[in-house]
């Protein structure tokens, strides 16, 4: 049986989370401040500071949140102006400023 999950979040840019849906394949509804992904059985939603999601879309969930993290943390160097590298691992992700 699963659960409904509200977790919190934090967004603080929602082009860039949508930019981040559009490429990673998921098709978004907007209405106001909410995004709502329609997978699964009960779907995600990104409402303000909080996500809600059905238990069998943790792993889902959490890969939207380090791809917007790491797209947030890239468009935050862009905007300073600073170069920068990132590397991919299976299990890291590296960012490195270039001086």
Same mark, same amino acid.
């Given at each position: 049986?699963? $659960?409904?999950?509200? $977790? !919190?979040?934090?967004? *603080?840019?929602? *082009? +860039? %989370?949508?930019? =981040?849906?559009? !490429?990673? #394949?998921?098709?978004? =509804? @907007?209405?106001g401040n909410e995004i709502s992904i329609n997978t699964g059985? *009960? #779907?995600? *939603?990104?409402? #303000? ?8 879309? #943790?792993q889902t969930v959490n890969e939207i949140k380090c791809q917007?993290? %790491?797209?947030?943390?890239?468009? /935050? %160097? $862009?905007?300073?102006? %600073? ?6 691992? @299976? !299990?890291?992700? /590296? +960012?490195?400023?270039?001086?």
């Amino acid at each position: 049986m699963s $659960a409904q999950i509200t $977790a !919190k979040i934090e967004i *603080r840019d929602m *082009r +860039i %989370l949508k930019d =981040t849906l559009e !490429k990673m #394949g998921y098709k978004f =509804t @907007e209405t106001g401040n909410e995004i709502s992904i329609n997978t699964g059985y *009960r #779907g995600i *939603r990104f409402c #303000g500071d909080k996500v809600t999601y059905d238990s069998g879309q #943790g792993q889902t969930v959490n890969e939207i949140k380090c791809q917007y993290a %790491l797209n947030f943390k890239k468009q /935050e %160097l $862009a905007n300073l102006g %600073l170069p920068f590298e990132v590397v991919e691992t @299976e !299990k890291q992700i /590296e +960012i490195s400023v270039l001086a």
